[in-house]
């Protein structure tokens, strides 16, 4: 098979779709909070508490996915798993649609975040162990890069369109990607694995061994750079704004598209400078410095007109650029036998890790103000993520035709 054939296989166009889905909801639930909230009558002082409480049960979804989703993508293959959790966050959306009550709301949200948690995991595994390690690279920075198009997408249609309608448009995009599961393989490495019986018991003691359990641990600390930027700095875009004495109050979903935008520019730079150094470890390195440094660029800027807001927002999400590369590492650091467990948790504990460095940053906020606070918060989870990259192994050439002992 050549090298087209390899990355435009049905494989990657559907992780890929499957994942620009994924990420259109989890952006779109951002833009239209407070618009849904506001029509399901919620009052304005109880705002900011019913809305953390929605993101908490999306949030506790998609942790409790992440190990579900991963556990079975190990028992019964990658692809029911890509298709399970399509499934679920697609339908899940459309029954947001149509919501009535935040107890309902709040459900839903569970439900979608475990659905949300499978796709990505499943998808990079699945793609990682179908494609030859000289284009495994490629096939992953195709998923990460439409997944990032899902957040533009959701940014400025909820800004345009109806909370509600926007919720049936992410459904229907993900049941229509129904449609192309016929022609989608799975992957040889499972199939050879499943045939000797592996089960959830050995994927869990194999995964309670400390070395493996740290390895497990080092990759997510790696990725919480990245959600220290989309998860304090694009989340308190408008607050930043405010103390960096930005006059006009930027648009939330604008500053979502932009940021985004940068994401995918730093994924898609990230993928091909990971392939021409032939190299995880080292593009991931150039990338944890930018993100050490941009954040300090963007929190020292005052004074800024708008656009210059917007142009900073863009190089910081450029900085945290190296998703795909998180993804991939994780990919590649573990055997079959439980590739697809970690490769589906780790994404969704680096979102989780979101709770921890949040609440860093609040209690840092009333005595530091919010740009010391994040300014200190960014140093310290970048640092960490350094020193967990150091003691990595490098895995561009590894073959993933391996078990974990």
């Not at 948690?117 to 162990?129: I, K, N, P, W």
Request: glycine share 12%; aromatic share 10%; net charge neutral.
């Amino acid at each position: 098979m050549s090298a087209k054939q390899h990355l435009l296989s049905s494989a990657v166009i559907v992780a890929a779709l499957g994942y620009f889905v994924d990420v259109y909801d989890l952006v779109l639930f951002l833009v239209v909070k407070n618009p849904s909230l506001i029509d399901l009558g919620v009052a304005p002082d109880a705002m900011l508490e019913s809305g953390a409480f929605l993101l908490n049960c999306q949030n506790g979804g998609m942790l409790l996915g992440g190990l579900l989703w991963g556990l079975l993508g190990d028992k019964i293959g990658r692809t029911k798993v890509l298709f399970g959790s399509i499934v679920m966050y697609s339908v899940a959306n459309i029954c947001n649609a149509f919501v009535g009550s935040l107890d309902t709301y709040a459900a839903l949200r569970f439900i979608a975040g475990i659905g949300l948690a499978g796709e990505l995991g499943a998808g990079v595994t699945l793609v990682a162990e179908l494609m030859p390690a000289r284009l495994r690279g490629y096939g992953t920075t195709i998923i990460a890069c439409v997944g990032v198009f899902g957040a533009i997408a959701a940014g400025l249609v909820g800004d345009v369109l109806s909370w509600r309608l926007s919720y049936l448009i992410g459904g229907a995009l993900g049941l229509a990607l129904l449609f192309l599961r016929v022609s989608v393989a799975e992957s040889e490495l499972f199939k050879a694995v499943h045939a000797q019986g592996s089960s959830m018991r050995d994927v869990l003691r194999l995964m309670a061994r400390p070395r493996r359990l740290a390895r497990f641990f080092q990759c997510i600390l790696i990725g919480v750079p990245i959600w220290f930027i989309v998860g304090i700095l694009l989340a308190n875009s408008r607050d930043l704004a405010g103390a960096l004495g930005v006059v006009e109050v930027p648009k939330a979903g604008l500053c979502i598209a932009i940021c985004y935008f940068g994401l995918f520019v730093g994924d898609v730079i990230g993928g091909l400078l990971s392939q021409y150094l032939k190299s995880r470890k080292r593009p991931i390195a150039i990338y944890l410095s930018l993100c050490g440094v941009a954040p300090l660029w963007f929190l020292t800027r005052e004074q800024l007109s708008l656009s210059g807001f917007y142009t900073n927002l863009f190089l910081v999400g450029c900085a945290g650029g190296y998703w795909v590369l998180v993804v991939t590492l994780a990919a590649e650091q573990f055997g079959t036998n439980v590739r697809a467990t970690v490769t589906t948790s780790i994404p969704n504990f680096i979102r989780g890790a979101i709770v921890p460095v949040s609440a860093a940053f609040l209690a840092l906020r009333p005595t530091q103000g919010i740009l010391d606070s994040a300014m200190i918060v960014g140093a310290v989870v970048c640092v960490i993520a350094a020193v967990c990259l150091l003691t990595l192994e490098e895995t561009f050439s590894r073959d993933l035709d391996f078990l974990e002992g």
